[in-house]
Structures are given as C-alpha cells and as structure tokens.
C-alpha cells in the first residue's frame, strides 16, 4: 500500500466519520443542557430511511436531508417533552424510543429497500483541493463532509467563547445556579434538545443519500451505530473537539480493520467488525476507575510516590458529566 | 431603595410557611430579620428575590408596587440575594462565575471584565483571583465573589440569607464592615436573615422577628436581647446544663494516622477518645473534618499509622467491619445518604435491624416502628413514605435507625437546619448513648453547639488538627479565630 | 374532574391504562395508513395470528415462555436499580452454553434426558457469567452498565456467529441456518402436535413466582430495592451493595441463560446467529409497562408474545414488514410513560 492510496484511506475516514460526527455534535449540545437523548440508535435509523424515501420520492437532495433533521427534532422533542415537561426518567423513554424509531425504520422502509436514489455528489474546493496532501485530505469531500466539520468548529465556539454558551454550561452544571442569573432552564433544555436532535437528524441521510446509499431495511448495517455515537459522546468528555476527535479514531479504527483483514487470514472478519466495543468498554473503564472505591482505598495502601502519581494519571483521564445530567429542574 | 412588603402570603401545601407579612425597610438600612429555622424568613426572601411566587401580598420598591416574576426580574429591579450555599458553578471559573448571566452581546470580552472584577474587588477590599476554579474557594470568598456580582449587576437592595454560618470569625468581621462602611453608606438597603442573634444584633438598625410563619415583633436599636428572645422562641428555651460523661475505657484509638483528601492531607493523628466521650469537631467547610470523620469510620482508608476499635486493630478494613464492631456512621444528607425515599418508615426499621430469617416479618416492622416513633417522638406513621416527613422528623428517624448497644457514633452535621425543640430533642437522645458508654464525634458549623455539647474540641484548619481543646473552657470567640487559621503555634 | 384524577383510586389509575393502550393503537393505525395498508385488515391477520386457533395459540405460549423467563429476570436487576441492557447477550451466552453443553454430551453414555438438564445448567451458568461480567465492570470499573451491556451484546453476536462458522461449523460449507441440529432425543419433549414444551411452560411460571416472592416477601428483596433506590444509603446501612448488585446481576442472567437454552433445546435445536431473537429488549420494554411489578409480568408478556406471533402474518397476508408488532408494543410503553407523567402533574395542580 503506498503513500498516496493511504491519504485517500485518511479522506475516507473524513467522510466515513462524518454521520458519526453529526450524532455526537448533536448529542454533546444536548447533554450539556442536561438531558440525554437515548434514541440515537433509532432516530438515526429513522431519519436514513425517511431521509431517503422523501428525496427518492421528491427527487430533491436537499428535501431529504431536511427531512432528516426535522424526524430528528421531532424524536428529540418527545425525548424532552417527556423528561422536562412529564418529568418521566430520560433513560426509559429515550430507551423505547430507540428500539420504536428502529421498527418505525424497517417497517415504513419497506416499500422503499433495494430502490437507487438519488447521492450526495463529490465537491472539490477550487485551489484549496489541490494542495497536497492536505488538499486530498480535507477539500475533496461532499457537501455534508464539509458540513461536519463546520459543525464541530461551530460547537466548540459557541459552548467556550459565546455568552448564551456560558449559559449553556451553566445550565446542565447547576440548573438553580443559572436559574437564577436570569435562565428559563427549562425552556432552554427544550430548545437545546431539539436542536441537538436536528443535528443527529442530519447523521442518517447522510448514510443512505452519501457514505451507504440507500435504503436496506434489516442488513442496512446502520443498526449499532447511535450506541456508538453514545459512548463516543461520554469519550468526548462533553467537550466538541474531544469528541471530535473520537468519532475520527473509531472511523480510523474501522477502516484499519477493513485495510488489515486480508493480511490477518486467521481472525474472522466478526473479530474486527466487532472491535469498536470492547474498546468502547475498555476506554470507558479507564475514564472512570479512578472513582471507584476500591481503587481509591487501593491507592491509599500504596506508598506516597506511587500513589502521588497514580492519582494524578486518573485524574487527568477523568471525564465527568455536567453536574445536572438527567435530573429535572423544579424551583420550588 | 425603600422596600415594602404587604400581607405577603405562601403557602406549601397545608403549610402556611408565610401568613399576612407586612414590613417596611428604608433606603440604605440594615434591616436584621431574626427567627430560628423553619419560621418563614427564607421563604420570604425567596419571594422577593423573584426565587418563588407569593400566593398574596403586594411587593413596593420606592413606594411603587411591582411584580417579581424571576430572579431576572428582581436583579433588574435592582434586588440581589445571596444564599445561604451561594448558587455559583464551582467546577467553573471565577471570571466564568462573575460573567454568566451579565445581558452582554455574543462575545464575552474576558479582558475588560477582568479589569472590571479586579476593581469592584479592589474597592471592596477582596481578594479573589479571577482565573482560580471556585470549587478551590472557601464559603466566605464564595459570598465575596457573589457580592461583587451582584454589585456589577446594579443591586440596590442586597439579601443576605443565613450568610455566618460557616465562616471564619476574620471572614464574619470583614463581611460585616464591608456591609456596614461599604455598602450601606453609600445607599446600598441590606437586608440580613439569620438564626443567630447575636450577629443579627451587631450589624442591624432595626429588627424583625419571624416565630411560625408571622412577624411578631419589631425593634430598633439599642436591642434588648431578653426581649428578642422571647419574641424568637415564645419562651425561654435553654438548653439545659452541659453533662459530661466520659469513662475510662478507650473506644477509639488513632495513632499515627495520616488521611489524603482530593484536595488535603491531614498528618499524623494521635488521638484516644474514651467511652462516653462527646468530641466536637470545628472547621470550616473542606478543613479536613470531613475527611476525618470518614477514615474514624472505615469509609476511608489512612495512607498512614494505626486505628484500633475497642483494643482491635481495624486499619484499612471496610465501614462494614467497623459496623459490626459498634461503629455508625449518620451522613448531613439525610434524604440523599441516609434514608431512603421510596421505603416506607418500618421497612427503614426492617432493614436497619438484624435480620430474622428469610422472609420478612412485616408485624415486627410495624411493632419495631411504632415502638421508636413514640420514643423519638417522630411525626409520622409506620406505612408513611420517608420523603413525606419534614426535616427535623427525617433526622430523627435516621437517629432512630441506630441499633443498640454502640461503641461510636459518628454525626455529620447532626441538627443542621433544625429548629430548636428538635435539636434540643435530638442531644438528648444522643447523650443517652453516651451514659450507655458509646463516644459521638460530630460536625457542626454552629460554634455554640460544638461548645454546649463536646467534652473536647478539636479544630481543623487547611488539614491541620489542633490540639483537643477542652469545650467548657473555650469560647465562641477563640474558636472562630481558630477555625479562620488565627492563633495556631506553626 | 380534578378532585377524581387525584383520588388515586384504582379505577381511575386503571382508565389512565386504557387511555395509553388506545393512543398506542391510534398511533399505530396512523401509521398503518401512512403506508397504505388497512388498518383493520393488519389488527385481523394479527389477532387470527396469535388466537386464531389451539396450534396458534400454542405457538404464542411458545414465545411466551423466553419472554417470561428474562422479564423475571428483569425485575430482579431493575429492582437493584440496573438498566440491564445487556439481557440480550445474556441469552446468547446461555443458548451457547447449553449448545456446548450438548455438543461435549451428546455422544456419551448418559440418559438423554440428564444431557438436557445438564445442559439448561450450562445455559444457566453462561447467562449468569455473562451478566456478572457487566456487573463487574459497573461496580468495579465504573462502566455504567447500559454502554458496558451493549458492547457485550455485540460481542455475543459475533462469538455466535464465529462458532456458527468456525469451530461449530456444519460439516461441508458454514451457513447462516446454524450449527447441525441436535438429535431428536435431545429435544426437550412437546406437547403432541404442537411446538410447545410443557417443561418450558412449567419452569416459565416457576421462574415468575420465585421472583415475585423474592421481591415482595423476603430480606433479600427489601435490601435490593433499598440498593436501587439510594445505593449510598444502602450501604451505610449496612448492606453489602456491590454483592447485592452482583447477586441481582446473577439471578437475571441465569434465567436469561435458561431462556436461552429453551431457545435451543425446544425451539430451534440448534445455535443460530440471532438466538436471541429481540427476546432481551422486549423484556425490558414488559418490565417498564408493568411498572416492575411482578404480578402483571405474566399477562403483560403474554400480550406481547401474542402481538409477535401474531404479526408474522403480515408479511405473507399483506406483505407488510412485521416490525409492525415492534411499533405498537413500544408505542405502547411510551404512552404508558407520557400518561404516567401527565397523571402526575394533574394530581400535583390540586
């Protein structure tokens, strides 16, 4: 394999990650509100199938990804309705949600498998695409490409360098806190919410009108990938860039795992498909042992070096939610 | 600002926490607002502070009545509170802090709002380093960093709520000088709500007493403290001579112990506590007592020395073995760490005590229940949820949960926003224990209380341990200087 | 209108169900007309589906009897306060177990019906294993134990599928129908004519019980709630919380493992990759609509074995995609939840 066909291997793990990042983008903006949006697994798959059945059916591009985003919102507003206004647990709705939008998918999509429609065309960047190496690598994708990378760089400003973005912070931090310098936190965990789930909307057409195209029902292969957009988001630490840089590495990962299975005969391909979980598991387990009792009573049977420098390293590895994750809000 | 409030009304539930308040505050006053806890102040302040909505009554600001329909609403009316646990960000910045929430365009301009901060600060006298995390700050600069905001954002009128309890005698003095030579000079109308009569009598003009729900007596300087006294509890309510009852057997021994914190380590402790022994222990919040009270109770481990329970070596072992040798433990957090909600109060019984085989015995958790509902007078029935009691009923509850006999128990924050019958109630109770022979170690951020109901006292200070001082020779006075770092031979 | 939403009584509690269950089957009749099939001709097929007749109804009993087993199981982990998402796997693992169980026992001299004991053991211990592998890493890693489930139900798919066409392969070429079929003296007995076990029926019911008594009328039970409602509290009260929270997780994955090995002994009688068969996520969607209490488990699953069977139909009858039950069943808890929540703010207004 030479240089030139690794670069486009690296293009591709741009656009391959692309849904992936709408999910997380989206994901991270809502949980930062404070309210978690378990449905991603089916709200992706709805939105690939209803994105892809409105643009077959209506010939327009971007129909279908409007379409998308809107059956995003529209699942991220029962999700909020649900857990903001009823108060019900936000991991139990979330939960049906997932498993209903799923069968929602196979079941409206049913007309529509196996039908060509239309794709997202390729849209070199005059000038910019021909630099190389980096031309290659970042200014000859697809419109939704671009697009998530505009969204990452819009997320991470608008949380850390916005005034309405310190607010957001302090919403899902400390719900009373922000209540109280004037935020109607409720309205606002709405407004987030839907707006996350427009931006996980835009990850399923971006499947069946770009990287998959088409509609597949059942062997679609889409079904697992908003449980890993979830874990991704808590890799992501709640910050757009960490998680960013998460959603590359499991795309990475990925196409590693394709690159490699001819030179690795004996592992079946199961192996490497399923890969990304127990790595799932593993980069979760290392964010979070430092909390745990047993290490921290551990640590205190250490001597003082050693323990000095074991507390640090799990500290720094630490990723903790914001402080109001899934409770409700009530001022009295 | 001159405020007024008109036959204010709230009610919660059958709960008439606020009936038919009527007070006038002139401009640029300290109005004292005097109760114990549960007589309705906070409630108060809530409302005019735009926290919650009054069910009746009419709000004037300058003799025009308005309506406070949120916080926002009252800071634009010019009305700012400080809480009791100031409602900041502490895994945020101070800067972060001080800006949310400013109405200031898109774009936060960091370097004019530091220039901004550093001379509210300066002219205040605080000293608060912008760019510092406010989890690392102590309660008195958390308030200090509240005020300034509040000051940036234009308050006329500042409601302090409970703002002396845990803070250093130096911090208290300051904070009083700042309200006084500060901001009550230049026009600032303050309003301070406290439990605590003394400070209230410092620093007010004129007083208002709350006593279950009504206002039921006003006075201006100079104060009778006798009278102030009977308006707050109705009687004269002591609570009764100091009883010492410490024996010879040692309950707890620690030697050498050395404890790591996140954020402190307190060094080598040696310390014996005796049966019936009640040792107080003084601080502020995040000193160390905490941590402390933790390893004493197996909940954590000692990164160093030797912890002996009743002659046993127990070092490094779980809290459940520290359990089955005597030892409880009773949280602050009654509702989130200590009780259950979702249980009923017999099941609380049903699992506190020694199980009986394998299915329950729902007879003998009734029985079990109304047994101790009568001898801790508790405010509820066997079948009653335990979210459903009130505070002080909670807690005696969880002290109800305690089995017999015990070694040692350990309290944090045993009364903390308890009205006084049940604290009263509640030392009693414990003191029983202790003519049984079990040795209490508790947390306060009432000095008064550390000192009315310890044998000893030991201080804490950024992890440092003071040498136990005896509780019937110390004042009110020396601890608050200990507790802000004063007076500690380095 | 108010004073009798507050009540609290039992009528109106039950007519807030019926509003769910009807908005449910509304939503669901949308849905049928957004994709141009009618409604009543769908609600028709599925109901001669599942009832239409003793063999059918038999074939409902069938399905019921998975969805029991891990539904017990269920309110067992959700009682400690676990979202065990990863139920799935540990049916897998428990249909992997009994198949290495038979596999290793089916040449020997021991009487058939031991073999098959043996062999739902087998099922049982994998299905545990497995659940106290998520258990271990909730308590002792911090993996919250919905992400931590998930990743091991992929991972007992693809060990399925590489044993279905590695080391277990069909002699000549691997295929998607499974491993070889187990011997007919290895199938647990039917009923004549029909394709249901009677021991299946048995152990189901037997499974629910036991559950029901352990969580209403022991010390057990009363400790495990005390763990899910307030973990903190639990402990410093005196219970073993990470032993409890183990403990649940084995329960829940025995009886997962046994309706894994039901899987194969009496219903397929060999592995097949999707051995599972949604089984896991549709119990958790019974637990949730019965409020995790046990005594509704029973009619609850049976309800929704029968909307499953049932809706098999549909794709031969009017070739419509059978995920149709899926909808209505989830739909189902949704409403129940929106419902539950709309009650609450009612009767909080007075």
């Known amino acids: 394999m030479d240089s030139t066909m690794i670069i486009i291997g690296l293009a591709g793990v741009f656009a391959a990650a692309a849904p992936v990042i709408f999910a997380v983008m989206g994901e991270t903006i809502s949980e930062r509100a404070g309210v978690i949006n378990l449905s991603m697994n089916g709200t992706i798959l709805l939105s690939a199938m209803g994105g892809f059945a409105v643009s077959v059916r209506t010939e327009s591009l971007p129909l279908g990804f409007l379409a998308g985003m809107l059956i995003g919102a529209g699942v991220a507003l029962i999700v909020a309705f649900s857990s903001i206004t009823l108060k019900q647990s936000q991991v139990a709705v979330g939960f049906v949600l997932a498993l209903v939008c799923r069968d929602l998918s196979y079941f409206l999509g049913n007309p529509f498998m196996g039908l060509a429609g239309p794709r997202l065309p390729a849209w070199s960047i005059a000038g910019l695409s021909e630099i190389p190496v980096i031309g290659t690598l970042f200014f000859r994708h697809d419109l939704m490409t671009y697009l998530s990378f505009v969204v990452i760089f819009l997320s991470w400003l608008w949380i850390f360098r916005t005034h309405p973005g310190l607010m957001l912070q302090g919403i899902g931090e400390r719900p009373a806190a922000a209540f109280v310098r004037g935020a109607n936190v409720n309205l606002m965990r709405y407004v987030y919410t839907v707006l996350g789930g427009a931006i996980i909307g835009l990850a399923g057409p971006t499947y069946s009108l770009s990287v998959k195209a088409g509609w597949k029902g059942t062997i679609s292969g889409l079904d697992g990938i908003g449980w890993i957009a979830l874990a991704i988001t808590i890799f992501g630490g709640w910050n757009p860039l960490r998680a960013a840089f998460g959603a590359y590495l499991f795309a990475l990962l990925q196409w590693l795992g394709l690159v490699l299975q001819p030179s690795l005969p004996n592992i079946p391909s199961q192996v490497l498909q399923v890969a990304p979980f127990p790595l799932m598991i593993l980069t979760l387990l290392l964010v979070n042992i430092g909390d745990a009792e047993w290490v921290e009573r551990t640590l205190a049977s250490l001597p003082e070096p050693t323990r000095r420098f074991l507390a640090r390293a799990f500290r720094a590895m630490r990723a903790s939610p914001p402080a109001a994750l899934g409770t409700p809000f009530e001022t009295q | ?490 | 209108m108010k004073a009798m939403i507050t009540k609290n009584s039992r009528w109106v509690n039950f007519g807030f169900q019926i509003a769910a269950l009807l908005l449910a089957l509304l939503f669901t009749t949308l849905i049928l007309v957004a994709a141009g099939a009618p409604p009543l001709e769908a609600y028709k097929n599925i109901i001669i589906g599942s009832v239409g007749s003793f063999k059918k109804f038999s074939d409902v009993l069938v399905s019921w009897v998975p969805l029991l087993l891990v539904s017990a199981g269920l309110l067992v982990t959700f009682a400690a306060g676990l979202w065990n998402i990863g139920v799935e796997g540990q049916i897998t693992l428990g249909a992997i177990g009994t198949t290495w169980a038979l596999r290793e026992l089916q040449d020997t001299s021991l009487p058939p019906s031991l073999i098959i004991f043996l062999a739902i053991i087998a099922g049982m211990a994998g299905g545990a294993l497995w659940a106290m592998l998520a258990g271990a890493l909730k308590t002792f890693g911090g993996v919250n134990e919905i992400f931590g489930g998930l990743g091991l139900n992929f991972v007992a798919t693809a060990l399925t599928i590489y044993l279905i066409f590695g080391p277990w392969k069909r002699p000549g070429v691997a295929s998607m129908s499974g491993t070889v079929p187990f011997d007919a003296a290895l199938h647990l007995s039917l009923f004549p004519g029909l394709r249901l076990s009677p021991w299946a029926l048995v152990i189901a019911i037997v499974a629910i019980v036991f559950v029901f008594f352990l969580l209403q009328g022991t010390y057990f039970g009363l400790r495990l709630k005390a763990v899910g409602k307030n973990l903190r509290a639990a402990y410093l009260l005196g219970v073993p919380t990470w032993q409890y929270i183990m403990l649940s997780c084995l329960i829940c994955g025995a009886l997962a493992g046994v309706a894994g090995a039901m899987q194969v002994t009496a219903v397929y009688y060999r592995l097949i990759p999707a051995i599972s068969s949604g089984y896991g996520y549709l119990g958790l969607m019974v637990a949730m609509l019965v409020n995790y209490q046990a005594i509704w488990a029973a009619p609850v699953a049976l309800f929704f074995a029968a909307l499953n069977i049932g809706s098999i139909q549909l794709p031969i009858v009017l070739k419509l995609d059978s995920s149709l039950s899926g909808v209505l069943q989830g739909m189902l808890v949704l409403f129940v939840l929106i419902v539950e929540g709309i009650r609450q703010r009612l009767s909080k207004r007075s």
């Open chain 2, 1 to 490: 600002m001159k405020v007024e409030l008109r036959a204010i009304h709230k009610y919660f539930g059958n709960n008439h926490a606020d009936n038919d308040i009527t007070l006038t505050i002139p401009s640029g006053t300290i109005q004292g607002i005097l109760g114990e806890n549960g007589a309705g102040k906070s409630t108060l302040m809530k409302i005019l502070s735009g926290f919650i909505h009054a069910d009746a009554g009419e709000i004037l600001l300058d003799d025009k009545p308005v309506t406070i329909s949120s916080p926002a609403d009252a800071i634009r009316h010019g009305i700012g509170m400080l809480h009791q646990d100031p409602l900041d960000f502490p895994s945020m910045s101070v800067l972060d802090n001080f800006m949310l929430g400013h109405p200031e365009g898109l774009f936060p301009n960091r370097s004019v709002v530091t220039r901004e901060f550093k001379n509210l600060a300066q002219r205040l006298e605080f000293s608060i380093d912008p760019d510092s995390y406010v989890d690392s700050l102590t309660v008195g600069e958390r308030q200090q960093l509240e005020i300034l905001r509040l000051l940036w954002l234009g308050a006329r009128v500042l409601i302090l709520d409970e703002p002396t309890t845990g803070i250093s005698a130096s911090q208290k003095e300051k904070l009083f000088l700042t309200l006084i030579n500060k901001l009550a000079v230049q026009g600032m109308t303050i309003i301070f709500v406290s439990h605590k009569l003394e400070d209230v009598e410092i620093l007010s003009d004129s007083i208002a007493v709350f006593r279950q729900g009504k206002v039921v007596g006003e006075a201006k300087r100079p104060f009778n403290t006798d009278q102030l006294v009977e308006m707050m509890f109705g009687k004269n309510i002591s609570p009764g001579p100091r009883q010492a009852m410490s024996q010879e057997k040692s309950v707890l021994w620690l030697d050498g112990v050395s404890i790591e914190d996140v954020r402190l380590r307190i060094q080598n402790v040696n310390l014996e506590i005796r049966a019936g022994e009640v040792i107080g222990l003084a601080g502020l919040e995040g000193s160390g007592q905490g941590a402390f009270l933790r390893a004493c109770s197996g909940l954590m481990r000692p990164v160093a020395g030797y912890v002996k329970l009743n002659d046993r070596d127990v070092t490094g072992k779980s809290y459940h073995v520290f359990k089955r040798h005597g030892v409880e433990f009773l949280p602050a957090a009654r509702l989130e760490e200590g009780l259950v909600p979702g249980l009923t109060l017999a099941e609380h019984f049903l699992l506190a005590e020694k199980q009986n085989g394998v299915f329950i015995d729902r007879e003998r958790g009734r029985n079990l229940a109304e047994e101790r509902i009568k001898s801790f007078n508790i405010k509820g029935r066997p079948v009653s949820p335990i979210e459903s009691l009130s505070g002080g009923n909670q807690q005696r509850a969880l002290l109800s949960l305690l089995r017999d006999p015990l070694s040692l128990v350990l309290i944090e924050h045993p009364t903390r926003g308890l009205d006084i019958e049940s604290v009263i109630h509640i030392w009693s109770k414990l003191k029983e224990r202790c003519k049984q022979g079990a040795a209490i170690v508790f947390i306060s951020s009432d000095l008064e209380e550390i000192l009315q109901y310890s044998d000893r006292v030991l201080v804490f200070f950024s992890g440092k341990l003071s040498q136990p001082l005896d509780a019937s020779k110390t004042t009110v006075e020396q601890l608050g200087q200990l507790i802000g770092g004063k007076g500690w031979a380095s």
